[in-house]
């Protein structure tokens, strides 16, 4: 389910995910990869989870914010590269563009999954 060795200080390295925004100096553009350790923020949920012992409902809330995470990722990327395909920007622009949609939409899914099974689970508790 949850990997058992995630602390909660691992959180912070999605502090990391601000050299992203270095990506946008033209020399600099592979840094928009950056972009996606936004992700490592969702550690701080999941060790809270850690300390549950899993059962039938925390499965079915993992479950349950995976799909909604992923489809809302996934459909974000879609649209964006539809809309991004109908500019009349430069190539590499676009290119530029496409690389901080795709990590910026896969780093946030990384987080809101955590984020989401959390609040699901303390939801159902109440």
């Avoid at 964006?80 to 896969?106: D, E, G, P, Q």
Wanted: some cysteine.
């Amino acid at each position: 389910m949850f990997n058992q060795r995630v602390s909660h200080w691992m959180g912070y390295l999605g502090f990391l995910g601000c050299l992203g925004f270095l990506g946008f100096l033209p020399q600099l553009s592979f840094a928009l990869i950056f972009f996606v350790f936004f992700g490592f923020f969702g550690f701080f949920w999941e060790s809270k989870l850690n300390k549950e012992k899993p059962d039938e409902r925390l499965v079915e809330n993992l479950a349950r914010a995976k799909n909604i995470c992923w489809r809302i990722g996934f459909g974000a990327i879609f649209c964006l590269m539809i809309l991004l395909n109908r500019t009349s920007l430069n190539f590499s622009i676009k290119y530029h563009c496409l690389i901080a949609i795709i990590s910026l939409s896969f780093g946030l899914t990384q987080l809101f999954i955590p984020f989401l099974t959390y609040r699901f689970d303390k939801n159902e508790e109440s």
